[in-house]
């Protein structure tokens, strides 16, 4: 079995087995090659060839250079180089080579005979290679000898740097050959050849040898020892590791590891030829011996290589003089006989540690895929196959092949015939498809029948080709036709190696004068066929490269008129030669059976008809006079025989013809007929274009397929019911059915043609004009016509009606203009002018043209050279403009062909001329706006534009602009209404995709139910999530008793962050299938795939835990308060037991080091620069040019940070800066800003009117600030600084009048507030970090806060204005245990309930100060604890969310310390998608909202036992924003490893796939595929190299492939869906096919930095001199940008410019380099737009078309993100100063926005230019454009 390439070997298998450099660079034109200084073409006498000679007495001056310029690079991956060279006599040459290795490190490796010892660095070997007459002395560096030979050297390149490197080697970059030498070629290769064997007599032995092409030539009786040297370097006796070493590695044999460099064997030569062995042995040195030399590098040994030879073993061996004594060697794989030569090279190794590797990879298509046909045969109607497996048929339709899927009625293309198809093959296997092209010289295809890929392409020996059959096996393909002179010929191909990458042979031909209707490959015998034709049978034998026929003798049937043959197959698929029967049929009704084995006629029949007397249908029996039955076609099965014939008729009969079994009467002449492989269905075709089926079980016939029979010439939609209307040459109007393409109605006139056709908008009526002048009006309810109008002369030119159906226009070949009413269905005629129209002009449907609002109808008129504009209702002229300019390329005037409006809004009517231009004009004044010359090489009849006026359609001659598809001139190209698709007609009519996005929305189809997993399944790839992630379904609803005054309980403070620390920026990924829960719901589609191999989820404690939380010691005699049990007042005690610090973190101040648990809040790192300019950023909804719409996500970093009111419905949370309050009914938001920082908490007042946020410190403010907020109107009443740290807690006391205000652990500071003024009341420095602080709700003047390993209870005492604070603090039992507390809430009076680290729960008297229960609540730390009524939550850093019965707790409080936690049970628990951070309940504890730090907000129902995503973002940095083709829905991807989908309306969460342990950092949505919502797909590149294929629809991953083996870093569609490109961080850009996974194209330009954008378009190329149907970028880091001109469907790629931009040699923002970014202007396809680090801070315009910068945009600071406007001429660019600047490219104005407080490292305006999005590390905010 043939092992299929794996796609790394298929990107470099054109490199294999050698590579000749110099010929595939073509050296000799210097164009892809540079040469400097005295470089000559000479010929040497020695190898009798073209040599290049270098030389001068500067080796720097005067080389040869490959590739010519430095930033490109050769992309060689071959392991060997062989360099065949000879140096100049005395003279000094150089050899410079840098490689790359897969971790993009390039290295220079250098040979020469200058150097006199081996040098490394950690980028540059330098190997002394001297070649010289043999000498005692021991400096062996200086010239080359005078009778210096041939050389190969031959240089493992991945030894190379693995030895002396400990690197990958990735490929070869460039090659420099410096004077003095000369060079023959440069080869490369990953086979080891052997130069000196060649031959057959080496066939057995196990080497290589050297291919003819890169041998050096060896006279008769000479050895190539003597005349030739071979130079092997590093020498294969060196025991190489195969891959880098690792430190904790022992060190491999003979790489010792020491304190320095470490001196390794090295190659030498030998004095006698090796035959016999090619692989040498060389004793490795002991470790003493290479101890003692360990010190220093060393030149390798000295090598004598001996004239003489011998056959035998030397008893001396050969003579090596050493320069270090442990070099003993016994043998050398460097052979040379050179009298007195040496051959020296040096080797020595440092062995670092190993690095990463990385691979290669590369894109686009055209605008337009076709998606259906409706049409059948062209060329002939005989071409319909059967699939061997019998679920599809194969058939031509004009110049596409077409694959029919029987029972669905799907369809798929076979696309690059340029002309009618003539012939059809397919091979048994559905391997290969064979097909021919019409017109001569006849072009044929090879198809690789399941991909649909082209694999070869060639010309055919015969001028036409009319009939082509294939073996069984589809090693041998026949073809019949005719040649230039007109005789048949027969041509006979092999094909066996097309699969395997090899070409067609053309293995016989013969000539024959019989003719030849039909031709067949036999099933039994691949060498043998049969033919028959007029008066002929004939029997072919293919035999040593002859075609040789025999005819049959037919006796009394030689005159006959022979149509086709059929053998009849043998049962059971077992092929029986000996039986083989030949069925033949003629068009006089006879049919032949033919034994093959002795060509004899054993039976001849005859078909006639005949009626059964008083029968109504006829019967066909057989008899032997009177008139037979035309038989055109014929298909045997071993059970019957079907029978085609030109009365219209299928039969089915017994092989011995005795009655007829089933028939089957078709509309006109059946022309072929095909029995499916299992003999049940009978396909048949008719001359009349119709293409279907009789099943043979059901006795029911199917219609595949119909078409018109002649050219379509206008075609007209009707959006409602998705009908399409067409007329066609055959004097037919048809109606079809968009959907599914088959035909609903068909109306025939016999005397009059039909030309023009429309439908009214509103009714089922549609209007035809005629040959004759006649208009008539069809009712498709009753298939009747219903009125009909002759006020024309002429035939009828153009059709149209206003959108509202009120008007009708219709113009005549004379000239004349009509106005019809259709008010009502009998329409009359209101006006007719005459001499209005251009006469003579052709039907057009682009004749008449009515604007999109009906007022304005515009026409060619009254002459050729003008277009006049009307009022659609008064028929009163309004404008006339002249177009007539003179067309310098005809030397006459230009001339208007069709006329096209825009949207109303904007005014524009397009008109295309005779000199192919389309010119916009005003409508009104009749100004030129813009003209578009030479849009097509032809005249374009047809024209139309796209609703949103963004796409121009135009169809000249066989093309549509942008696509090949018709094989006759289109006729009438249209969008389909909902502009997702276009119809062109012509030949037959296509429907294809638009693949470009356009404005209309698009349905998007709803997700599949979360599919259901048992308690012990564990995650599954491509399997839906059980997790309970449903989106909102409908709104919580509170309960109707108004809840009581719930104090801290329903707003206490948070623990269990669960998050990463600043400090770690990547930490596992939480896996996101949930546990099976208690009654959980259904959520939302989550795919989540499990890395193999990976160690497991990881603890959230391994990720998080690295904030140092500082606690200063304190000496034992500092004072501490106490509550005295029973006193029921405050005091001051002494010497009671600190609680010290148990860990110290970094050097000076201890610090404490706290649990994942613990109560912080962890703000996002901020990137914003210190630098950054104040007031720069005005509010995000500072009116202009951008409004702030919608925030999606929510800050699961924050603490406590939401709030919701069940009673008022008021629900308000934060993101980032911003306070999004949220109508949970409606979804609408709105949006407080003002904080310069994170908000870290909220807190709402018990009244509900008061809203108090908190915030971190900023780059432009010393401390944190808290915003007071007036609920009811959104506006900030009081502003704060209380805190020089970040706020932890906020609380207001029961009765309002104070708030409470808690630092983080670095401040440590205690705040009230009075509300009525927002003064401070008091304020103290606390001992320790707290994690935690609470009101009691039963009293006002008491709180308490809770931290380390204590609970402070605080009492506030006011004197007149005055408030003082009494403390007293208890410790925490050591049956608690270890731990810090993290929450904690009030119960009932006077319970008090805490949280622990260690996930304990512990129940506090807050009278007698002493904790009497606990209990272990979960194994992570308690973050959040609510209590009302009896019931108590706690929520946990593990994602749990429980709810305890603990109304026996109060009951227990009596026992002390004896209480049984079994009173307290566990009634519900839910598993969330990460730590509990916030949580707000209704006062039975039924519902409520809960926030983790996934970014989450779930609605939890205990009732239910269900959890509902309300608000969703990303844990992580969201990396990528995509749309779908319709706008409906949107996608983001994460470093979390999701990948959302969200609808663009409300931005819920609707699919979510998941990648666990792997960060997704690229995406891409495709375009539409054949408008088919369940095709649309989501490409995703993820940090391990791979591209994941995700169908939206089915919630699915289709494919997974790995075209990158580093990580990817953008992604981007070809504009037809059906090729992805790829970019990843080494700079190879890949190309893929998303349907089978094959990466079959690897760019690597950019190799050594990484691709930042790719950017695909569909502009067409022939403005930029190239070829191509699409534009694509890509932009590296290193600020180069690449631009392409690609035609995939013709495997054409080419370079359309390389742009390069400087950059100064600091240029960091925030210690990293702004990306390099790069765009296709939307307004301007000439222009691109660059940003990137730079000398200045701008904008750069590029011309693609002048090749220079046309313009420069000065910008504040360097941008990090760039958008397009589509619809404006806007532009969005993001800074890592958190601000974003919307600049008007056309006005020259620009305007700032804040919202951010990260760096905006993404902005994506959407394909309607209505939203734009914008994103800092992972908060969303969605932006509306005004005004469109």
Known sequence: MRREPRPAEALTAWQHPFLNVFRHFRVDEWKRSAKQGDVAVVTDKTLKGAVYRIRGSVSAANYIQLPKSSTQSLGLTGRYLYVLFRPLPSKHFVIHLDVSSKDNQVIRVSFSNLFKEFKSTATWLQFPLVLEARTPQRDLVGLAPSGARWTCLQLDLQDVLLVYLNRCYGHLKSIRLCASLLVRNLYTSDLCFEPAISGAQWAKLPVTPMPREMAFPVPKGESWHDRYIHVRFPSESLKVPSKPIEKSCSPPEAVLLGPGPQPLPCPVASSKPVRFSVSPVVQTPSPTASGRAALAPRPFPEVSLSQERSDASNADGPGFHSL?????????????????????????????????????????????????????????????????????????????????????????????????????????????????????????????????????????????????????????????????????????????????????????????????????????????????????????????????????????????????????????????????????CSRSGHI???????????????????????????????????????????????????????????????????????????????????????????????????????????????????????????????????????????RTVRIWDLATLQQLYDFTSSEDAPCAVTFHPTRPTFFCGFSSGAVRSFSLEAAEVLVEHTCHRGAVTGLTATPDGRLLFSSCSQGSL??????????????????????????????????????????????????????????????????????????????????????????????????????????????????????????????????????????????????????????????????????????????????????????????????????????????????????????????????????????????????????????????????????????????????????????????VGSWGLALPPRSPGQPREQWRAGQGRWCRCRGLRTVG??????????????????????????????????????????????????????????????????????????????????????GAQQHWSGHSAEISTLALSHSAQVLASASGRSSTTAHCQIRVWDVSGGLCQHLIFPHSTTVLALAFSPDDRLLVTLGDHDGRTLALWGTATYDLVSSTRLPEPVHGVAFNPWDAGELTCVGQGTVTFWLLQQRGADISLQVRREPVPEAVGAGELTSLCYGAPPLLYCGTSSGQVCVWDTRAGRCFLSWEADDGGIGLLLFSGSRLVSGSSTGRLRLWAVGAVSELRCKGSGARSSSVFMEHELVLDGAVVSASFDDSVDMGVVGTTAGTLWFVSWAEGTSTRLISGHRSKVNEVVFSPGESHCATCSEDGSVRVWALASMELVIQFQVLNQSCLCLAWSPPCCGRPEQQRLAAGYGDGSLRIFSVSRTAMELKMHPHPVALTTVAFSTDGQTVLSGDKDGLVAVSHPCTGTTFRVLSDHQGAPISTICVTCKECEDLGVEGTDLWLAASGDQRVSVWASDWLRNHCELVDWLSFPMPATTETQGH????????????????????????????????????????????????????????????????????????????????????????????????????????????????????
Not at 344 to 373: I, Q
Not at 558 to 576: I, N, S, V, Y
Not at 619 to 648: H, N, R, W, Y
């Open 818 to 1103: 009509a106005q019809y009413s259709c008010a009502d269905p009998q329409w009359h005629v209101l006006r007719v002018a005459a001499d209005m129209v251009c006469p003579d002009a052709p039907a057009s449907p682009s004749a008449l043209a009515v604007s999109r609002d009906g007022r304005l109808l515009a026409f060619v008129g009254p002459s050729r050279c003008t277009v006049t504009v009307m009022g659609s209702a008064s028929l009163d002229e309004l404008l006339r403009v002249d177009i007539g300019t003179l067309d310098l390329a005809s030397s006459r005037l230009d001339s208007a062909m069709a006329v096209c409006f825009g949207p109303a809004a904007l005014g524009h009517l397009l008109v295309s001329t005779s000199s192919n231009r389309v010119v916009v004009l005003d409508a009104v004044s009749g100004r030129i706006i813009r003209e578009l010359p030479g849009v097509h090489p032809e005249p374009c009849p047809s024209l139309t534009l796209s609703e949103d006026a963004r796409f121009l359609l135009i169809a000249a001659g066989r093309t549509i602009k942008v696509y090949i598809g018709h094989s006759e001139p289109v006729q009438a190209v249209a969008f389909s209404p909902d502009q997702q698709q276009v119809l062109s007609a012509g030949d037959a009519v296509f429907l294809w995709d638009v693949l470009a996005p356009t404005e209309s929305d698009q349905s998007f189809p709803g997700a599949p139910p979360a599919c259901k997993t048992g308690p012990g399944a564990g995650p599954l790839e491509d399997a839906a999530s059980r997790a309970s992630e449903l989106p909102r379904q409908q709104v919580p609803k509170p309960c109707q008793a108004s809840p009581p005054r719930l104090g801290v309980c329903a707003r206490p403070p948070e623990g269990g962050d669960g998050t990463l620390s600043p400090s770690d920026e990547e930490g596992p990924c939480e896996e996101s299938c949930d546990p099976e829960g208690l009654g959980q719901a259904s959520g939302p589609p989550v795919l989540t795939e499990e890395e193999a191999g990976r160690a497991g989820d990881g603890a959230w404690a391994a990720a």
């Open 1141 to 1226: 610090a148990r860990d110290t973190r970094n050097s000076g101040a201890p610090r404490t080091t706290y649990l994942a648990s613990c109560k912080a809040f962890t703000p996002a790192r901020v990137s914003c620069s210190p630098h950054s300019a104040k007031g720069t950023c005005p509010p995000p909804a500072s009116g202009g040019w951008l409004r702030l719409k919608a925030v999606v996500g929510y800050s699961g970093n924050g603490r406590a940070n939401m709030v919701w009111r069940p009673d008022t419905g008021f629900f308000a949370y934060t993101c980032g800066r911003l306070v999004v309050v949220e109508d949970l009914h409606s």
């Open 324 to 584: 270090e004594p442990w070099a003993q060697l016994e043998a050398s794989d460097i052979h040379t006989a050179a009298a007195g030569t040496h051959v020296l090279t040096h080797e020595s190794a440092e062995v670092p540690v190993a690095r990463t590797g990385s691979c290669e990879g590369f894109l686009p298509d055209p605008v337009l895929r076709l998606k259906g046909v409706i049409g059948f045969g062209g060329h002939g109607t005989r071409q319909a196959l059967w699939t061997p497996d019998g679920a599809a048929v194969v058939y031509p339709c004009h110049a596409v092949i077409v694959v029919l899927l029987v029972d669905t009625g799907e369809q798929r293309f076979f696309l690059g015939h340029t002309d009618k198809v003539s012939a059809l093959a397919l091979d048994g296997s559905s391997s290969l498809l064979a097909s021919a092209q019409a017109r001569a010289p006849s072009v044929m295809r090879l198809w690789d029948f399941q991909t649909g890929r082209c694999l070869c392409l060639f010309r055919s020996p015969m001028h036409v080709v009319c009939s082509l059959s294939f073996s069984d096996s589809g090693a041998l393909l026949c073809g019949v036709g005719k040649d230039h002179h007109g005789r048949t010929m027969v041509v006979a191909w092999g094909t066996g190696q097309v699969g395997l990458g090899g070409e067609v042979v053309v293995l016989a031909k013969a000539h024959t004068d019989f003719d030849v209707q039909a031709f067949r490959v036999t099933f039994f015998d691949e060498t043998r066929m049969a033919s028959c034709g007029q008066g002929s049978v004939r029997l072919w034998r293919l035999r040593g490269g002859v075609l040789r026929s025999c005819p049959v003798d037919l006796g009394e049937h030689h005159a006959l008129q022979f149509t086709d043959l059929a053998f009849k197959q043998a049962r059971d698929g077992c092929p029986e030669p000996s039986a083989a029967m030949l069925f033949v």
């Open 1713 to 1828: 380099l702004p990306p390099s970014l790069a765009a296709f202007c939307p307004w301007d396809g000439a222009l691109l737009m660059y940003v990137g680090p730079g000398v200045y801070k701008e904008v750069i315009i590029y011309n693609l078309c002048q090749k220079q910068v046309v313009e420069k945009i000065p910008l504040p600071f360097f941008a990090m993100s760039l958008s397009l406007s589509p619809g404006t001429h806007l532009l969005a660019v993001g800074f890592a100063e958190c601000m974003l600047r919307l600049v008007d490219c056309a006005m020259g104005t620009a305007q700032d926005f804040a919202g951010h407080d990260n760096a905006v490292h993404l902005c994506r305006f959407t394909p309607s230019a209505r939203l734009l999005f914008t994103a800092a590390r992972n908060e969303i905010l969605v932006w509306e454009v005004p005004g469109l």
């Open 592 to 730: 032949l059976e033919i034994d093959c084995q002795r060509m004899v006629v054993r039976h001849a029949r005859r078909l006639l008809p005949t009626r059964t007397p008083g029968g109504p249908h006829p019967q066909k029996q057989t008899f032997s006079s009177g008139p037979g039955i035309a038989i055109s076609s014929l298909s045997v099965s071993p059970a019957m025989c079907a029978v085609g014939s030109e009365d219209g008729f299928l039969r089915l009969w017994p092989l011995d013809f005795s009655s007829v079994l089933l028939e089957a009467e078709h509309e006109g002449p059946v022309s072929s007929v095909c029995v499916s492989p299992d003999g049940l269905r009978v396909l048949s075709a008719t001359s009349s274009g119709h293409l279907g089926f009789l099943d043979t079980l059901s006795r029911v016939y199917h219609m595949l397929a119909r078409s018109h029979t002649a050219p379509v010439l206008a075609l007209a939609m009707e959006q409602r019911r998705g009908q399409l209307a067409t007329v066609s040459q055959d």
